[in-house]
């Protein structure tokens, strides 16, 4: 009897652990951190919402830094980014790691001028104002497009203001440049008339991280969830390289922007999942080191310790 009683306590024990291991699938909640409506666009134009097993809750950031302060303080659970925001994060130590990676084109993460601007070469930016937000993609391009020329970002003004911002001083005449990224880009031409400099092209490495919180990664029942939303949203990306113009409509639909500037957009977009290996890892580290030498961030960081590898195996 007393073995039986002790039989069944095991039992017990173990399935009771087992339920409280992972969260039901009804009541996970995840958190979704957006651009512009880019990736909730992207999954609805794939078809790729529909089915999802899991609720979603989207929150809409102007960049990259303030979505992974977000992620880092567990408000959202993951969210898209170009290649620098991961670094100035990484420099203060916060509770993040990429978890996915594609490389895209680098055209439109472009440094524009007034049509009428006498600015030609880079060169000509030294002494300027250059409107960017800060820890950005556009920020890593700002910096990489003065080294090119033999300049550093002391040698500018940086107007460390957000896209909407920067927007409107752009057009005002208040800045000489506005270093962005797309749809902001195509905005800024189509409706401003805005000249494209310079590109990344031959500078930018090019890379768009999914980060994840720390917090999310260590939930267990979160987990799952996370997997799931990373295949299908690389799968969308894949799904888009043959459907743009069904992108451009839903992104125009989820956020107002003019069809004609989503779609130059997307036809720009080229985002090809790649592995987040060493390769990955030590582009980024070249990155990081840069701004460290340009003394932009204070001691160097250590990008590796920002890397999470465990969804790669499903992403393959």
Not at 245 to 260: C, D, F, I, P, R
Request: hydrophobic fraction near 40%.
């Amino acid at each position: 009897m007393k073995q039986l009683l002790s039989l069944l306590t095991a039992i017990l024990l173990t399935t009771g652990c087992a339920a409280t291991a992972e969260t039901p699938q009804a009541e996970v909640v995840l958190k979704v951190g957006d651009q512009k409506g880019g990736a909730k666009s992207l999954l609805t134009a794939a078809g790729l919402l529909d089915d999802f097993p899991y609720k979603i809750e989207w929150s809409t950031f102007t960049s990259g830094p303030p979505l992974l302060e977000a992620a880092s303080a567990g408000a959202i659970d993951v969210g898209a980014v170009g290649n620098t925001p991961p670094i100035f994060a990484a420099a203060a130590n916060a509770k993040i790691a990429a978890v996915g990676v594609s490389k895209g084109e680098v055209e439109a993460d472009a440094i524009l001028v007034p049509e009428n601007s006498p600015l030609r070469t880079v060169p000509d930016l030294k002494g300027k104002n250059i409107a960017v937000a800060k820890g950005s993609s556009a920020h890593g391009q700002v910096l990489l497009t003065l080294r090119s020329a033999g300049l550093t970002t002391k040698d500018v003004t940086l107007n460390f203001l957000q896209p909407s911002d920067a927007y409107g001083a752009f057009t005002q005449g208040k800045v000489d440049a506005w270093a962005v990224w797309d749809p902001y880009t195509a905005q800024a031409q189509q409706e401003a008339k805005a000249r494209v400099l310079t590109t990344g092209e031959g500078r930018s490495n090019g890379y768009g991280f999914q980060v994840a919180g720390k917090k999310a990664l260590d939930d267990k029942g979160k987990n799952p969830a996370l997997k799931e939303y990373l295949i299908r949203y690389y799968k969308a990306q894949k799904w888009a390289d043959t459907h743009r113009e069904e992108w451009a409509k839903a992104w125009s639909a989820e956020t107002g922007l003019k069809y004609e500037v989503a779609l130059a957009a997307v036809k720009r977009n080229g985002d090809q999942v790649v592995k987040l290996d060493d390769t990955v890892i030590r582009s980024e580290q070249e990155l990081a080191d840069a701004f460290t030498e340009d003394k932009t961030l204070p001691g160097k960081v250590d990008f590796a310790k920002f890397v999470d590898t465990r969804f790669q195996g499903d992403l393959a």
